[in-house]
């Protein structure tokens, strides 16, 4: 266990709609990373964030959005959901940036 | 551009051999580098890394990496592989700038044969 929690576990929805994923850090940990795990494209970065402010944003699609909020907690919001949206999503903390990441156990979303 | 590549998508290993998954990268300057397992439904979970020092890493569950900076490799190890070592290994390197975002290779399925 990582410490990292994420919800919900799993998520099934319809094209067209918007999602909100959720993810608590390790106790401590300042900066949290989004990741996007299909079958098609691995793992790739979405997005960064440090104490509340973006960081840094990778592949993230315009229609996807996110925030970490004062408790440092953070979520990441999918919206006009497609097909190709299906995926999991992870969730990795660190104390600080550029220290290893430590995972959530995901959000497995299916868009039908 | 910083990239990380695993040239093989499977490795069979008999429980009790030696294992060895492959990982090479391209990266300016030097490299953060990174192993992390997946078993099914789980999250990644941190091996090890290499940042700088000796050559030979000592992570969890009794895998080790060796870096070698004129091969650009950084392949993981374990002298006995056990069936409950099978899973998916990401191979990963830590951008450079300002992003600290992490660039991850394909994986590598490992499958331990008792």
């Known amino acids: 266990d990582s410490g990292v929690t994420q919800t919900p576990k799993h998520l099934i929805t319809a094209t067209g709609q918007r999602v909100t994923l959720r993810c608590s850090p390790r106790s401590g940990d300042l900066s949290v990373y989004w990741y996007q795990q299909s079958l098609d494209q691995g793992l790739q970065f979405l997005i960064q964030?440090?104490?509340?402010?973006?960081?840094a944003k990778g592949n993230i699609l315009e229609r996807f959005s996110a925030q970490q909020f004062p408790d440092l907690h953070s979520e990441l919001n999918l919206s006009s959901l497609e097909l190709g949206d299906s995926a999991l999503y992870f969730c990795?903390?660190?104390?600080?940036?550029?220290?290893?990441?430590?995972f959530g156990p995901g959000t497995r979303l299916l868009v039908l | 551009a910083q990239s990380v590549a695993q040239p093989e998508d499977q490795v069979n290993v008999a429980e009790g051999n030696p294992l060895t998954v492959k990982c090479t990268y391209s990266v300016s300057g030097n490299p953060y580098l990174f192993w992390y397992v997946q078993y099914p439904n789980r999250g990644l979970q941190f091996l090890l890394k290499?940042?700088?020092?000796?050559?030979l890493v000592k992570g969890s569950y009794g895998f080790e990496a060796e870096f070698n900076k004129s091969q650009t490799s950084f392949h993981l190890k374990k002298p006995s592989a056990l069936v409950s070592d099978s899973a998916l290994y990401f191979c990963a390197v830590r951008d450079i700038g300002g992003t600290y975002k992490y660039i991850f290779g394909t994986g590598t399925r490992l499958k331990v044969l008792a």
């Open positions: 990795a903390s660190s104390p600080s940036v550029g220290e290893t990441q430590y």
């Open positions: 964030y440090y104490n509340g402010e973006e960081r």
């Open positions: 290499y940042i700088t020092g000796d050559n």
